[in-house]
């Protein structure tokens, strides 16, 4: 099985950085994955990372460790409208399928505050 | 380019009653995923398609829940008959194929079971 940790809520003054950590435990592991969420909308991609490091993309950023199961998400330069909710995804290989799984956590609900 | 649609967007029912969701994904896109999400949650996989063929439909429940991906392009979930415990969000998304890493997703069917 699968499981995924991340915070439940976070709250950030609009303009500052905040970082959303996910730690997991998975079998066949791939890579990591986060999608953004606002209320009432649709998941939507932000980032892929397959290999360790940090991938950038504008004001959005994501790390991963494989060696420890672990990635964050990092987000710069807060904006009112990033108030959603935020959900790391492993995707991950099994047998007899193929290709891969994705499995969200539970999200983390960021606030950005004036 | 459109998104993927579905219909419809809200939908109140009492239990015991069936229902019928509808997602026609992204033209080009061979993979589409039905996932449930409840408040608070995660989505969570129900079925996957490659084509017309259900590849992975272990979390399905099958006694009540049916689905079907005619000539591999729109899909259909269908729940009979619905129990209170299936009130959630539905939501369907495509991928250009299964290893793709990025899905893009609809924006649900809200069910309500009275």
């Known amino acids: 099985g699968q499981s995924l940790e991340q915070p439940s809520e976070v709250t950030a003054v609009e303009g500052a950085i905040v970082q959303i950590n996910c730690t997991y435990q998975?079998?066949?592991?791939?890579?990591l994955s986060w999608y953004q969420q606002h209320d009432g909308g649709a998941p939507t991609f932000l980032s892929y990372?397959?290999?360790?490091g940090l991938e950038e993309t504008g004001r959005f950023s994501s790390f991963l460790s494989r060696s420890d199961s672990y990635g964050y998400l990092l987000l710069q330069e807060l904006q009112m409208k990033d108030s959603a909710s935020y959900f790391c995804?492993?995707?991950?290989?099994?047998?007899?399928?193929?290709?891969?799984?994705?499995?969200f956590g539970k999200g983390t609900k960021l606030s950005v505050i004036p | 380019e459109a998104g993927v649609v579905q219909s419809p967007r809200y939908k109140i029912i009492e239990k015991k009653q069936p229902v019928a969701f509808w997602c026609n994904p992204i033209?080009?896109?061979?993979?589409l995923y039905w996932y449930l999400q409840n408040l608070g949650q995660g989505p969570e996989l129900l079925i996957r398609?490659?084509?017309?063929?259900?590849?992975?439909d272990s979390q399905l429940p099958k006694d009540r829940f049916s689905a079907e991906r005619l000539k591999g392009v729109d899909s259909t979930l269908k729940i009979q008959p619905a129990e209170l415990g299936d009130s959630a969000v539905y939501l369907c998304?495509?991928?250009?194929?299964?290893?793709?890493?990025?899905?893009?997703f609809g924006p649900g069917t809200r069910l309500t079971v009275l």
């Open positions: 398609y490659e084509n017309e063929e259900a590849v992975d």
């Open positions: 995804a492993v995707r991950a290989g099994y047998s007899g399928a193929g290709s891969y799984q994705l499995t």
């Open positions: 998304a495509s991928s250009l194929g299964p290893s793709a890493g990025e899905q893009f």
């Open positions: 998975t079998s066949g592991f791939y890579g």
């Open positions: 990372n397959g290999l360790d």
């Open positions: 033209s080009g896109h061979n993979t």
